[in-house]
């Protein structure tokens, strides 16, 4: 029997989970005109399958692993690019993050989610290799080659 009311468990889940994806995806792309709809989005694939995720370790791994495969297919049919000089509304206040972040949006799209994974919401290496469906060795080896990235764009470098 079901019931079109979310359980009280999912609406929990939601109220925590929707700010964390909404901040991944603006800190991934910049673009905070459609980040809080396929963060929605995301969250309302997860709860059809609730019974199914409400029992993973890390459920909101699971729908940040969709609402990226979400805003990748947006971006597709936009053929959207971020503009780099576009920072999200939440680090304007500290000149540090918005370097960080701008420097984040420069980097490759693979780069960009295993460093923001890893170093913004603290995820293992096994953890973002279920997120990005890719191997351990791919994650470190993002994570390395990112990271060699954001020195050089921190660093102060005049290259491209």
């Known amino acids: 029997m079901s019931t079109p009311e979310p359980d009280q468990g999912f609406a929990e889940f939601f109220r925590t989970c929707l700010p964390v994806v909404t901040r991944t995806l603006t800190a991934l792309t910049g673009d905070t005109r459609v980040v809080e709809d396929v963060a929605q989005d995301a969250l309302l694939i997860a709860q059809h399958r609730w019974d199914d995720i409400s029992s993973y370790d890390k459920p909101e791994a699971w729908v940040l692993k969709v609402a990226i495969r979400l ?3 947006w971006q597709q049919k ?3 690019e971020t503009p780099l000089a576009s ?4 680090t304007q ?3 540090d993050v918005e370097a960080v972040h701008s420097a984040l949006r420069q980097l490759s799209p693979r780069h960009r989610e ?4 890893h170093h913004l ?3 293992s290496v096994t953890e973002i290799a279920s997120v990005l469906l890719v ?3 791919t994650v470190r080896t993002h994570l390395s080659r990112g990271r060699d990235e954001l ?3 921190l660093g102060g470098s005049d290259d491209e």
């Open 71 to 73: 805003m990748r297919r």
């Open 78 to 80: 936009q053929q959207f």
């Open 87 to 90: 920072v999200p509304e939440f």
């Open 93 to 95: 206040q500290v000149h």
């Open 114 to 117: 295993a460093v923001a994974l």
């Open 121 to 123: 919401l603290g995820y």
């Open 135 to 137: 191997g351990e060795s």
């Open 151 to 153: 020195r050089r764009i």
